[in-house]
């Protein structure tokens, strides 16, 4: 996504089921959960991060917390999988990109390779297996709209 790009009206359309990572009133972090968006690449159900974006200068630990709660929610939607595209417009192995992909790598996600994204940008395509991870409340309290399901099926995590 172009360094331009207006971030919060990514997430203001009236169809857009954003989820976010909150602490002490702040927004760390948001995505857009997608139960099988029809991606190019990857087999089989998976539920797709769109739009992840978090604040500059945060920890790995919002990250870690957002891949924690990301394989948790897949797995309470019944699905195997969670994907993700990040922008590389580089070599995989060249940094920046490189750097972030190996502590992705270190916190469970699976690089699966490069290529066009949802967008058209080249991006790296991450894999992470779905787990529930039943203690996780006690770190994170999460409500998520549960993509393709009814309207008052909620997820708490």
């Given at each position: 996504m172009p360094a331009q790009t207006d971030v919060p009206a990514l997430?203001?359309?009236?169809q857009t089921k954003s989820a976010g990572l909150i602490e002490d009133g702040?927004?760390?972090a948001c995505m857009v959960p997608e139960r099988d968006p029809g991606l190019s690449w990857g087999e089989g159900p998976c539920l797709f991060l769109g739009r992840v974006h978090t604040l500059p200068d945060q920890s790995d630990?919002?990250?870690r917390l957002m891949t924690l709660w990301d394989s948790d929610f897949a797995a309470r939607l019944d699905v195997p999988l969670v994907r993700a595209?990040?922008?590389a417009r580089h070599a995989l192995q060249a940094e920046p990109i490189a750097a972030l992909l190996r502590r992705l790598t270190d916190m469970g996600w699976n690089v699966r390779g490069?290529?066009?994204g949802r967008d058209g940008d080249r991006v790296a395509r991450l894999e992470l297996t779905a787990e529930h991870?039943?203690?996780l409340s006690a770190l994170i309290n999460c409500q998520?709209?549960?993509p393709h399901l009814a309207a008052d099926d909620r997820s708490n995590a």
């Amino acid at each position: 996504m172009p360094a331009q790009t207006d971030v919060p009206a990514l997430f203001r359309g009236p169809q857009t089921k954003s989820a976010g990572l909150i602490e002490d009133g702040k927004l760390l972090a948001c995505m857009v959960p997608e139960r099988d968006p029809g991606l190019s690449w990857g087999e089989g159900p998976c539920l797709f991060l769109g739009r992840v974006h978090t604040l500059p200068d945060q920890s790995d630990d919002i990250t870690r917390l957002m891949t924690l709660w990301d394989s948790d929610f897949a797995a309470r939607l019944d699905v195997p999988l969670v994907r993700a595209e990040i922008l590389a417009r580089h070599a995989l192995q060249a940094e920046p990109i490189a750097a972030l992909l190996r502590r992705l790598t270190d916190m469970g996600w699976n690089v699966r390779g490069s290529g066009p994204g949802r967008d058209g940008d080249r991006v790296a395509r991450l894999e992470l297996t779905a787990e529930h991870r039943p203690g996780l409340s006690a770190l994170i309290n999460c409500q998520a709209h549960a993509p393709h399901l009814a309207a008052d099926d909620r997820s708490n995590a």
